[in-house]
């Protein structure tokens, strides 16, 4: 199970990415030869890398009850070791003997949201 990000912070990286990607090429096309247009250019790309990573990965996968946080470096957390709920201004920090995982709740979609939440209160654990 996939909890999505918002379609807002998606489309973020979607315009900025076409944005200094069509900055980048028209200052190579005008034959500028300034370093930073190459520079442009390549920040384009990255955010367009950024949204495809985003896209196909979203925020957070759940499978065989193995949470992991979907970002350059994976951070994964066995649901059955969860020890500790906390909950901070509407962010979710999953605490183990061992690791830490913490879920920014501003960043999903709503109804990643309501799914999150019940997987949650299903784990029957004190949230602080």
């Known amino acids: 199970m996939k909890i999505r990000y918002k379609k807002k912070r998606?489309?973020?990286?979607?315009?900025?990415?076409?944005?200094?990607?069509?900055?980048?090429?028209?200052s190579i096309i005008s034959h500028s030869n300034i370093i930073l247009n190459y520079g442009s250019l390549i920040l384009g790309v990255l955010f367009f890398g950024k949204y495809y990573f985003?896209?196909?990965?979203q925020y957070l996968t759940i499978e065989n009850g193995i949470i992991s946080k979907n970002q350059l470096i994976p951070k994964k957390i066995n649901l059955n070791e969860v020890k500790?709920?906390?909950?901070l201004s509407g962010d979710y920090i999953l605490q183990t003997d061992s690791a830490?995982?913490?879920?920014?709740?501003?960043?999903?979609e709503e109804n990643s949201l309501s799914v999150l939440n019940a997987l949650l209160k299903n784990l029957n654990l004190e949230t602080k």
Do not use: A, C, H, P
Not at 100 to 108: P, R, S, Y
């Open 10 to 26: 998606l489309n973020y990286y979607l315009i900025f990415g076409v944005l200094w990607t069509v900055l980048g090429s028209l």
């Open 54 to 57: 985003m896209t196909n990965r």
């Open 100 to 108: 830490e995982l913490e879920i920014d709740t501003e960043l999903i």
């Open 84 to 87: 500790v709920i906390k909950k």
